[in-house]
C-alpha cells in the first residue's frame, strides 16, 4: 500500500487558486492508492459544507466541484477543525460526503505510527 497524505488547507474561497491547488495535490494522491485526508481550518472548514465548493479557481483550472467528486470517488477523508467549524457557526448536518468533524487527536490516529506526506496550503 501506498504511504498516506495530509493536505492541511486554511484558506478557503478567498483564495480559491490556492483551495484548487490543495485539492489537485489531494486528489493526485488520492488516485494514486494513497489513503488521503484534508484537515481544513479556519475558512477552508467552510469548504466541508454542501453547495460551498464552486466555481474555477483560475483560468484552465478544473471546476472545484469536479475536484471534489474525483476526491470522494478516490476514496479522500476530509477532517474539519471543530474549533472552526463552531467559530463560524456551521451546520453539521450540512457537511459533503467523506466530511466529519475532528480535530487534531484524531488527525494524528488517523496518521498512526507510520507517518504521512504532509502539505500545507
Known sequence: MAGKA??????????????????????????????????????AVRLAVDGVAVGVGCDGCPPLPELLKRYEAAGGVYYACPICFNARQLDEEQLISGAEIQGTIPMWEWIGDEGATTFSY
Open 6 to 43: 495530509v493536505v492541511s488547507l486554511t484558506t478557503g474561497l478567498e483564495d480559491p487558486e490556492k483551495v484548487t491547488v490543495a485539492f489537485l495535490v489531494a486528489v493526485g494522491a488520492a488516485e494514486t492508492g494513497r489513503p488521503t485526508l484534508m484537515f481544513l481550518t479556519k475558512e
